[in-house]
């Protein structure tokens, strides 16, 4: 029985009133949840982009929201091993009932929770990452829409893991980067230098691929520069000296860049052909975080500058000058100012 010590009329009545309330409610109230981890915060406010919050776990506060007590049940279980953290990310989404929805479940708030994540990856430094995401439906009476979905799947966080911190003074550029990322999936990536849809998802990998080791995440920031600034020819030193020459405030720290990303190539490469690698290369491994920073600056700044409608520097630009303009400082310093670099 729903209520065991009421009475039959009751509980009858409660059915009933809740029915009616369903009935008399024009929208279905979709909700997704999951776990997240490496993530820390000092703020007490949730971080809330497009309908989708970054806020504290509560499972009194979820079991409000009108999670069921499987889903509960799964988010603690959930809950726990390396990088495991009191946050967690929830959306919701509010559809007018009809036909079409009657029994299907709006999931695009997926989309928009990968968008979130992916924002959050290139404003700040930690290896944030979510699990599985569990889909439901929050309903006063069960029309014939039980159970819940699940979408995506945990990966295995390593114990080396950077923790995120995430800050009140960086929401206006998480919100920033998200509305570019918005943007480019809608309208495209046609105002981009290189291949910036591939070089996104490399980067985006070395959080997400499982197994996860210092060798793939090197592999994937190397893919994910070179589809931006690759050349056919001299790659090595031509990477090297445009990824320094946009990154650079000066030239002690282009020089610095320079032979940072002409080791990492060299040691890209071995691995590519599967040489087994010897003490210099391997410490390179341990470096992977570096060259991690560099691909986050180029990438936050590419981003930007391919969202604008009609950006100062464009495609061609990029293909045929940049090597050129990089040579001269003057201009140089105008093309970092233009991207955000200094």
């Known amino acids: 029985p729903l209520v065991p010590e009421s009475t039959l009329e009751k509980a009858c009545e409660k059915i009933w009133n809740n029915f009616k309330s369903e009935t008399n409610n024009q929208y279905w109230n979709f909700i997704g949840v999951s776990n997240l981890r490496y993530i820390h915060s000092n703020k007490m406010n949730p971080l809330t982009i497009d309908g989708t919050k970054v806020q504290g776990r509560s499972l009194e506060y979820l079991k409000d929201v009108g999670l069921q007590k499987?889903?509960?049940n799964e988010i603690e279980k959930d809950w726990g091993g390396f990088g495991a953290s009191s946050y967690?990310?929830?959306?919701?989404?509010?559809?007018?009932?009809?036909p079409s929805n009657f029994i299907?479940?709006?999931?695009?708030?997926?989309?928009?929770?990968?968008?979130?994540?992916?924002?959050?990856?290139?404003?700040?430094?930690?290896?944030?990452?979510?699990?599985?995401?569990?889909?439901?439906?929050?309903?006063?009476?069960?029309?014939g829409r039980g159970g819940y979905l699940r979408i995506g799947y945990s990966v295995p966080a390593t114990s080396s893991g950077i923790r995120y911190s995430l800050k009140k003074s960086q929401e206006k550029k998480i919100q920033k980067i998200y509305n570019n990322l918005k943007k480019l999936e809608t309208n495209g990536y046609h105002n981009a230098p290189g291949n910036l849809d591939l070089a996104l998802k490399s980067f985006m990998s070395t959080y997400d691929k499982y197994p996860s080791g210092s060798d793939a995440q090197l592999l994937d920031l190397i893919t994910s520069i070179e589809a931006v600034l690759g050349t056919d020819r001299e790659i090595s030193f031509r990477l090297a000296f445009r990824l320094s020459g946009l990154l650079a405030k000066n030239n002690i720290e282009r020089r610095h860049i320079f032979k940072a990303m002409k080791h990492f190539y060299d040691t890209r490469s071995k691995l590519v052909h599967g040489v087994?690698?010897?003490?210099?290369?391997?410490?390179?491994?341990?470096?992977?975080?570096?060259i991690k920073k560099y691909a986050r600056r180029i990438l936050e700044a590419f981003v930007?500058?391919?969202?604008?409608?009609?950006?100062?520097?464009?495609?061609?630009?990029?293909?045929?000058?940049?090597?050129?303009?990089?040579?001269?400082?003057?201009?140089?310093?105008?093309?970092?100012?233009y991207l955000g670099l200094i």
Not at 88 to 96: H, N
Not at 279 to 288: C, F, G, H, R
Request: charged fraction near 25%; aromatic fraction near 6%.
């Open 104 to 143: 299907l479940t709006d999931t695009t708030f997926w989309l928009e929770s990968i968008r979130l994540l992916g924002a959050m990856r290139l404003a700040n430094a930690g290896d944030i990452s979510m699990s599985t995401m569990w889909v439901t439906t929050s309903v006063k009476f069960n029309v």
């Open 88 to 98: 967690i990310l929830l959306a919701q989404k509010r559809v007018k009932k009809n």
């Open 304 to 337: 930007s500058l391919a969202a604008k409608s009609n950006p100062k520097y464009s495609r061609k630009f990029f293909e045929n000058e940049l090597d050129e303009v990089l040579q001269d400082e003057t201009a140089r310093k105008k093309l970092q100012s």
């Open 70 to 72: 499987e889903i509960l």
């Open 276 to 290: 087994r690698l010897k003490s210099p290369n391997q410490n390179i491994l341990n470096e992977v975080v570096e």
